[in-house]
């Protein structure tokens, strides 16, 4: 079916005069009229009841003519839609986070896409820094916050802010009432810490940093998601050492401080395919690039 014809179609249905459907169209009578005859053969049907005072549809025209509109208005709507996806302005972006990212960062740049990009779906999963990577290598998602950088050539990973450590008390604690602390001052304290397999650099830092102040933590309860180990700190289970973006979780019955002594910076990579030339995240990865600190605008390449 030409759609040409149908849009011939819709303006003499519109007008039920072939002249003014002709003006409206900006051609001439004699090829309009040409074409509705040339659609009602190849329908086999009688679209219009033609005098010389008047034109009228059919009851077949009528219905034709409701179908007709549909599929103009679901062609022009195909084709903004298709236009729009090609500029990365409609489409799906999945992403993925550690807890200790979603205050901090960012939010900030999901929240400024969100207002550039109000038509982009967003997917929003919270994985640790080892589940993102492997996602990342299955192609599940397309952008990943998280704590170290992929040594694959196939992942490229941009250090978007580097975050302090602090520690977490229960607010009762003799301690909280210090604004910061030494390191030594939680030597016997008893630790939550999230386990090894599930975070090994982070992990790995704390211990290196404990063992720097002349003592190893004594773990007494793992926690994979920052907010529950600030809830086990507020139960009174133990103390923690976490990035200061989890200062964020402010809930009763814990306070965090920060340590006198200089700490390792704790850094937050955004991670992708680097293979991956799709329109939609390459604008995220845009917008994470206008975000980031100055003293980390240098992409940093795993190779």
Request: proline share 5%; with cysteine.
């Amino acid at each position: 079916m030409d759609l040409k014809k149908l849009r011939y179609f819709i303006a003499v249905a519109e007008e039920l005069h072939f002249n003014r459907a002709a003006q409206k169209l900006n051609i001439t009578q004699p090829p309009l009229s040409q074409q509705i005859q040339g659609l009602e053969e190849d329908l086999g049907v009688k679209l219009f009841e033609r005098t010389k005072r008047q034109v009228q549809l059919t009851s077949a025209g009528a219905i034709f003519l409701e179908e007709s509109r549909n599929i103009v208005a679901q062609l022009e709507r195909s084709i903004k839609i298709t236009q729009l996806a090609s500029q990365g302005k409609v489409g799906q972006l999945s992403i993925a986070f550690v807890d200790s990212a979603a205050g901090g960062m960012m939010v900030n740049v999901v929240k400024k896409f969100r207002e550039h990009y109000p038509d982009v779906q967003l997917t929003l999963t919270e994985m640790t820094s080892a589940q993102q990577l492997k996602a990342l290598h299955d192609g599940k998602i397309h952008v990943g916050f998280l704590r170290w950088a992929d040594p694959s050539p196939s992942i490229t990973s941009r250090l978007c802010t580097n975050e302090s450590l602090v520690a977490v008390l229960p607010e009762m604690h003799p301690l909280a009432i210090h604004p910061t602390l030494s390191l030594s001052s939680v030597a016997n304290e008893p630790f939550i810490m999230s386990p090894h397999h599930m975070g090994a650099s982070f992990h790995d830092l704390i211990m290196e940093v404990c063992e720097q102040h002349g003592f190893q933590p004594n773990i007494v309860q793992e926690a994979v998601q920052m907010y529950t180990i600030v809830n086990l700190v507020a139960a009174g289970i133990g103390i923690s050492i976490v990035p200061s973006s989890v200062c964020v979780f402010q809930r009763s019955g814990v306070v965090f401080r920060s340590f006198n002594e200089d700490t390792p910076p704790v850094p937050l990579y955004a991670a992708w395919k680097t293979a991956n030339s799709e329109t939609v995240p390459a604008h995220f990865l845009q917008v994470v690039e206008e975000m980031a600190d100055s003293h980390t605008s240098k992409l940093v390449s795993t190779v």
